[in-house]
Nanobody, 123 residues
Framework: VQLQASGGGLVQAGGSLRLSCAAP????????VGWFRQAPGKERAFVAA????????YYAESVKGRFTISRDNAKNAVYLQMNNLKPDDTAVYYC?????????????????WGQGTLVTVSS
């Protein structure tokens, strides 16, 4: 089962991007969904998570106030709006579907992952 992350690209510092996560072959409308990122030479790290109805969200401290996670269950899609991007945000971004309905931070709570989309922020 694959999730598809899209929307990455090259942007200057201070710019914005909107990432999308879709699941063409399954629904994740009943699951929490998260975004993670992996920079070169670093481990995959939590970015944001949202519960199945969107009522609960969590963010990494480094992105609070700049990133917003949202979802549209009718479209079976989750989004990550990224504003005021910084060079440190450069990474491959992955979306993942959680085992349960809650928004969760721990990577081990996710069992389906997308292939990643590259975000590059130039200074």
């Amino acid at each position: 089962v694959q999730l598809q992350a899209s929307g990455g690209g090259l942007v200057q510092a201070g710019g914005s991007l909107r990432l999308s996560c879709a699941a063409p072959r399954r629904t994740f409308s009943n699951n929490g969904v998260g975004w993670f990122r992996q920079a070169p030479g670093k481990e995959r790290a939590f970015v944001a998570a949202i519960s199945w109805r969107g009522g609960t969200t969590y963010y990494a401290e480094s992105v609070k106030g700049r990133f917003t996670i949202s979802r549209d269950n009718a479209k079976n899609a989750v989004y990550l709006q990224m504003n005021n991007l910084k060079p440190d945000d450069t990474a491959v971004y992955y979306c993942a579907s959680a085992r349960g309905a809650a928004a969760v931070v721990n990577r081990s709570e996710y069992n389906y992952w997308g292939q990643g989309t590259l975000v590059t922020v130039s200074s």
